[in-house]
């Protein structure tokens, strides 16, 4: 069965907001009922199964499951994914379509948002058939801007993906892990990876920024 476990959240303030994030790899913003998320990249595992490599399918209907485990408990009226809902052309297939859309009739009070990603112009547009509504630029929604790549905006405080965040921990006996997380900075916050079949960048976080490390089904807030 795929693991549904969103985990122990944590608050914090953001821009005057409360925003809770979830071990499962998502933000909500309770005061819109929004919840975020970011690379999705849905079809990357029939993308590289069509290249000839031997990876597992059913990555897609894995972060489908957390998905609706996190509608279910947050209540949210609303879903922005920050970029790179697709992950490439070859990797749709009217199997996942037809899954995509008949998950998203079951949310069809919910509206869905996608801020279009880098791999979501290569992928081409499946609005159509999904019923979640592309927006190529991004999306200034005072005091917030919700974007694909991150920087700082003259709009607001802006929260985004691509960079698929994550840190390399050392325990005391010396072991070492790489753990996603979540990447506050001062102008910026970037998610976590919603994808569980995706890579991970390690940040190098400056000092004043705020790094909640995503481990053990829970959210911890690091010093790195």
Not at 77 to 101: K, P, T, V, W
Not at 195 to 222: L, M, N, Q, Y
């Amino acid at each position: 069965m795929p693991d549904t476990h969103t985990g122990k959240t944590v608050s914090l303030e953001i821009a005057g907001e409360r925003a809770e994030l979830y071990a499962a790899r998502a933000v909500y913003l309770p005061v819109r009922r929004t919840l975020l998320i970011a690379d999705p990249h849905f079809g990357k595992d029939l993308f590289f199964r069509r290249k000839g490599f031997p990876v597992p399918a059913g990555t897609s209907e894995s972060n489908l499951e957390r998905l609706s485990a996190l509608f279910a408990i947050t209540r949210a009226e609303r879903l922005i994914i920050l970029g790179d809902f697709l992950h490439a052309r070859e990797g749709i297939s009217q199997e996942l379509l037809f899954s995509l859309s008949q998950w998203r009739k079951s949310y069809a009070s919910i509206e869905m948002l996608l801020i279009a990603g880098n791999h979501d112009r290569h992928a081409g547009d499946v609005s159509a058939e999904t019923g979640i509504v592309a927006l190529p630029l991004p999306f200034a929604e005072a005091p917030f801007v919700f974007a694909h790549k991150p920087g700082p905006s003259t709009e607001g405080y802006v929260f985004a993906g691509h960079v698929h965040p994550c840190v390399r921990l050392q325990a005391p006996d010396g072991d070492k892990a790489r753990l996603a997380c979540f990447w506050f900075g001062k102008a910026c916050a970037v998610l976590p990876s919603f994808g569980t079949f995706t890579g991970s960048h390690e940040i190098r976080p400056a000092a004043e920024d705020r790094v909640f490390v995503i481990a053990g089904g829970d959210v911890h807030e690091t010093g790195v």
